[in-house]
């Protein structure tokens, strides 16, 4: 299971200490949420808050998730750094904004909103995050309908990544793996974990990789 730690609701003046606990207690990737304030509401980091951040606490993965009308214009920062960016299928023109992630090196994924129905999806080779909450909505509680959407990309067996976005702990991890989740994003239950370490290896535990799994 591939887990990504989003400092979203963690205080500025914590996250890189939130951050560097985390990454000692075993963390490998963080998740930084970019937002407009049109498609998701004000919060999350730009890419050079984040990329002040990292020079802080290296050794991390990145990715992506640009929850804005607009990626195109933002795109080439972020794939300076990120090896995985998202963007939300519900914008305008979510294919020109997969592309560019691609030319830029990076792995393009679709960010899909709850109530977006799964039919107008087409298949393809891109990764696909499934938003559990509401997006820009932060420490919002897991929407149980997650579950049966990410039973149902797996079952298309062509994306390599299916994700889930939002609420995540430990109550949702077994049943995440079981449907098929191979990424796990998580902010205020990792991050406000007594012991972080045990958190992701509970998670390990719970829902194991397959053995052809690597990160990104």
């Known amino acids: 299971m591939r887990i990504s730690g989003s400092l979203w609701l963690v205080p500025p003046a914590q996250q890189a200490e939130a951050l560097a606990t985390a990454a000692a207690a075993g ?5 930084w949420d970019a937002t407009d304030g049109e498609f998701a509401t004000v919060g999350g980091f730009s890419s050079d808050a984040a990329t002040a951040l990292l020079e802080r606490v290296s050794g991390l ?14 795109i080439d920062r972020w794939a300076e750094f990120c090896s995985t960016i998202a963007v939300p299928f519900e914008i305008t023109d979510p294919w020109s904004s997969l592309r560019r992630i691609e030319e830029r090196g990076a792995r393009p994924a679709l960010a899909v909103s709850l109530e977006t129905p799964l039919e107008r999806i087409p298949s393809g080779s891109f990764d696909v995050l499934v938003m559990a909450i509401t997006p820009g909505q932060a420490g919002a509680p897991f929407d149980d309908r997650a579950v049966d959407r990410v039973s149902t990309l797996r079952a298309r067996g062509c994306h390599e990544w299916v994700g889930v976005d939002g609420g995540v702990g430990p ?21 406000g974990a007594d012991d972080v370490g045990a958190w992701l290896a509970q998670c390990q535990r719970s829902c194991p990789p397959p053995e052809s799994e690597s990160a990104p």
């Open 27 to 31: 963390l490998t990737g963080v998740h």
């Open 171 to 191: 109550d949702q991890f077994r049943v995440l793996g079981l449907a098929g989740a191979n990424w796990i994003v998580s902010g205020s239950s990792l991050f």
């Open 61 to 74: 993965y990145s990715e992506a998730h640009l929850m804005v009308n607009e990626p195109l214009s933002h």
